[in-house]
């Protein structure tokens, strides 16, 4: 079936450190796939997207590229922020749901 | 702009005890969802709702009922709570899915069960 597998936390990371996150996928077909970031407190937003192999989502100095031969979406950041910190999930959209991984955690420090 | 809103935030329950938690959008969306967040867990799928009129079973249903009472509400109960329902529950709503992907979250009920 259908899974999201994303490495687990917490990543903890000084600032202007360079950040990944490790996501991987298994899908029939060719879904789409999604960064979500939760702040402490809030529910989810959408922080980037690509729909389909080769596309490089990007936003707020996140990017993540949709590679079809290694079924991954790794998210990344050339320099954090303390502000950055929060859990981010990656998510597989199919038909008419989203399936997300079980959130990684990343802690900026000063 | 209010976009998801969700009632209540917080809720305890003793075990047996039934709630309703709600789910109302503003932004004339088809599809909505709710979910259920734990520890190392991530986010799970426990109904949704592709279309006014429609509910589906997700990836965790068992021990919960839904109803799309209209294009802007959707809501989900416990019939008769237990502990393994002690959780934070996220209500989402989207245009269509298969169109961006683009949820858009409410900011979540805590539910502890006793």
């Known amino acids: 079936g259908n899974s999201v597998t994303q490495m687990e936390g917490p990543v903890t990371l000084s600032e202007e450190a360079f950040l990944t996150i490790n996501c991987t996928y298994t899908?029939?077909?060719?879904?789409?796939l999604f960064w979500y970031v939760q702040y402490p407190g809030e529910g989810l937003q959408l922080l980037l997207k690509?729909?389909?192999?080769?596309d490089k989502g990007s936003n707020k100095g996140f990017e993540a590229t949709y590679r079809k031969e290694t079924t991954s979406f790794h998210l990344e950041k050339g320099s954090v922020q303390v502000s950055d910190s929060a859990v981010y999930f990656c998510?597989?959209?199919?038909?008419?749901?989203?399936?997300f991984g079980t959130g990684t955690r990343l802690q900026v420090f000063p | 702009n209010a976009g998801v809103t969700q009632t209540p935030k917080f809720q305890v329950l003793k075990t047996g005890q039934s709630m309703t938690l709600q789910c109302a959008q503003d932004?004339?969306?088809?599809?909505m969802y709710w979910y259920r967040q734990d520890p190392g867990m991530g986010l799970r799928l426990i109904y949704y709702?592709?279309?006014?009129?429609?509910?589906d079973k997700g990836e965790v249903p068992n021990g919960y009922n839904v109803s799309r009472l209209n294009k802007r509400e959707f809501s989900l109960r416990l019939e008769s709570a237990a502990p393994s329902q002690t959780s934070v529950y996220f209500c989402?709503?989207?245009?269509?899915?298969?169109?961006?992907?683009?949820?858009?979250f409410g900011e979540g009920s805590r539910l502890t069960v006793l």
């Open positions: 989402a709503s989207t245009v269509r899915v298969e169109n961006t992907g683009e949820l858009f």
């Open positions: 899908a029939t077909g060719y879904p789409s």
């Open positions: 690509a729909t389909k192999a080769d």
């Open positions: 998510a597989l959209g199919y038909t008419d749901k989203l399936i």
């Open positions: 932004m004339n969306h088809n599809s």
């Open positions: 709702s592709a279309s006014e009129g429609t509910t």
